[in-house]
């Protein structure tokens, strides 16, 4: 293996500090050579050494100019180092060189979603993601992006689909999202009633049961949970160890909104049902202070 071989796998295994040496020593012999000066740049673009890494590309593309990945890592560090414009020129100059670039419509894409232009950040990710359907970046990203403009029957399958796929950290990323779709439909609907109920049922169920018993119950809805539970179909019914019966995705939550409230009240389950939990708990205290039942 070459001294370039090697520092080239280092670059691929993200060792970038060890292969910076290498690098720097290998363009010292041979400063022309377009392969060392691209792995260069690349590896002082992501040591954050945006200046060397833009001065290195921009002598690359000099010396090679049909060299399609030196331009879409020079846009990606003019895109870290703020300079947009200069970003997305070097990235459409990729893309007018290899037109099936997907990195080129990846960064292309990131850059307008800094510009604020969703529009043409989700034209850009469609693109790369119909050339590779796999690539986990690009499903993230434009899974990001359509969520961004309200296009949540767009975002979700793509989300599912990284859930399920488990290539972290994008399987972490798409568990968060899917999370906040959920959030931001179940409140676009106000205080629910359904929920209210389901709550209540919580803090009768748990007042009568000891506390590892609760802690039980909680603990395995939330591990339940972990890939996100559909709150919005009451058909998609879930089963628990804990308890018999079956609940719905909205039911469960309830119960483990209310369940981390008797084990911990500091316990963000990134779900608010705080208004509905008050309402429900008001409930409660009427119906044990005065017999009253809803």
């Known amino acids: 293996m070459t001294d370039l071989e090697h520092a080239v796998k280092l670059c691929k295994n993200r ?7 290498l690098l720097e020593n290998l363009i010292g012999n041979d400063p022309r050579n377009e392969n060392i000066l691209y792995n260069l740049g690349m590896c002082y673009s992501e040591l954050g050494k945006l200046d060397e890494s833009i001065k290195t590309l921009q002598y690359c593309v000099k010396i090679q100019p049909a060299f399609p990945n030196a331009y879409v890592a020079l846009g990606y560090a003019l895109g870290e180092k703020g300079v947009l414009q200069a970003a997305i020129d070097n990235l459409q100059i990729a ?3 290899d037109p099936e670039n997907k990195y080129a419509y990846r960064n292309l894409g990131g850059t307008f979603m800094k510009l604020d232009e969703q529009e043409k950040a989700i034209e850009c990710f469609e693109k790369g993601h119909s050339i590779d359907s796999e690539d986990p970046s690009l499903t993230w990203n434009l899974a990001f ?3 961004s403009v309200g296009r949540f029957d767009d975002a979700e399958p793509l989300l599912s689909k990284l859930v399920e796929g488990g290539s972290r950290p ?3 990323f798409a568990r968060g999202l899917k999370r906040e779709i ?5 409140k676009s609907k106000g205080l629910r009633m359904d929920a209210v109920f389901y709550c209540l ?3 009768k169920l748990f007042d009568s049961k000891k506390k590892q018993d609760v802690r039980d119950i909680t603990f395995e809805i939330a591990l339940l949970g972990t890939n996100g539970f559909d709150t919005a ?3 998609h019914k879930y089963v628990l160890k804990s308890l018999p019966g079956e609940f719905t995705g909205l039911q469960l939550l ?3 909104f209310v369940g981390f409230k008797f084990i911990d009240k500091t316990q963000d389950i990134g779900f608010d049902l705080s208004d509905e939990y008050a309402m429900a708990l008001d409930m409660w205290e009427l119906e044990k202070t005065n017999g009253f039942k809803p």
Do not use: Q, R, T
């Open 233 to 235: 179909s009451p058909d």
């Open 145 to 147: 992006a359509y969520k």
């Open 254 to 256: 309830c119960y483990m």
């Open 15 to 21: 060792k970038f500090a060890e292969a910076l040496p």
């Open 170 to 172: 994008y399987s972490e």
């Open 201 to 203: 049922a919580a803090l």
């Open 182 to 186: 959920a959030h931001i439909l179940f």
């Open 95 to 97: 893309l007018s060189i």
